[in-house]
């Protein structure tokens, strides 16, 4: 499901608000996707980047971002 307003998402050790997103991310959000019946985002679009969030499970649920540059500059 795409989503193009900001959904505070969890996980053990973290909330995501808004505010916290942008400051790790570094860049403005644009829109999100959940998977089905998921609570944390597959996807996030912001200005510049497309960013798979990445579930890891060990002890804890927790997560990383790996950015992707959207619309790369070639000359």
Same mark, same amino acid.
């Given at each position: 499901?795409?989503? $193009?307003?900001?959904?505070t ?8 608000t808004? @505010? ?7 860049? @403005?959000? @644009?829109?999100?996707?959940?998977? @089905? ?12 980047? $497309? ?22 500059v $070639?000359?």
């Amino acid at each position: 499901m795409m989503v $193009c307003e900001w959904k505070t998402f969890s996980t053990d050790s973290e909330t995501y608000t808004l @505010e916290t997103f942008e400051e790790v991310a570094g860049d @403005e959000f @644009e829109a999100m996707m959940f998977k @089905e019946n998921e609570e944390i985002p597959a996807y996030i679009w912001t200005v510049n980047y $497309c960013i798979i969030v990445k579930k890891s499970t060990k002890l804890f649920t927790d997560i990383s971002f790996e950015k992707i540059p959207r619309n790369p500059v $070639c000359e």
